[in-house]
């Protein structure tokens, strides 16, 4: 009995702290290489089930344009600020939203089946600050048996999604 509620803790303890990392800000996928749309759906649909908001491109667009929007109109507002608007601006504006650029390196299994051999990934947050370079990091299928596609693209985004880069 104790044994059981000890596991039960450890483990709300652990989903806890993945949840904690979750992004709240929405994410954009963009793919470097040739993707099959299987697996970009996959990814997206999954990021989407940890509850976190998938764009696309025009729809982050927007987002940013609409804080530069937002920022600029309030340095109007103070226009008494002996900074100039560039400046101002760019002092203030926030991230709206997060890109994260994949590439995904595979090979062939019998019969055509595709296996991830390894997965880079960027994130960059947008709007950017200069200041903040971008975080790049590899990951590495451990297991390339061929039945294990999702499985390992479940790992990849968990590793994604809670590594903390995310905003």
């Given amino acids: 009995m104790l044994f059981s509620s ?36 996959f990814i997206k649909l999954y990021i989407q089930s940890k509850k976190v908001k998938v764009v696309d491109h025009d729809e982050l667009t927007k987002l940013v344009g609409e804080e530069i929007m937002s920022v600029g109109q309030e340095f109007i507002r103070n226009s008494n600020s002996n900074k100039n608007a560039e400046k101002y601006i760019g002092d203030r504006l926030d991230p709206v ?31 950017a600050k200069d200041t903040i370079p971008a975080v790049r990091r590899t990951f590495i299928n451990p297991d390339r048996s061929e039945e294990k596609l999702y499985t390992t693209l479940k790992s990849f985004v968990d590793e994604v999604l809670i590594s903390g880069y995310l905003k």
Avoid: E
């Fill in 6 to 41: 000890l596991f039960a803790l450890l483990l709300s303890f652990s989903t806890l702290q993945k949840t904690k990392n979750l992004p709240r800000l929405p994410v954009c996928l963009v793919y470097k290489n040739s993707t099959p749309d299987s697996i970009q759906m």
């Fill in 97 to 127: 939203g997060n890109i994260i650029a994949l590439q995904i390196f595979n090979t062939w299994g019998r019969d055509s089946i595709y296996i991830i051999d390894s997965v880079n990934w960027k994130i960059n947050h947008v709007p």
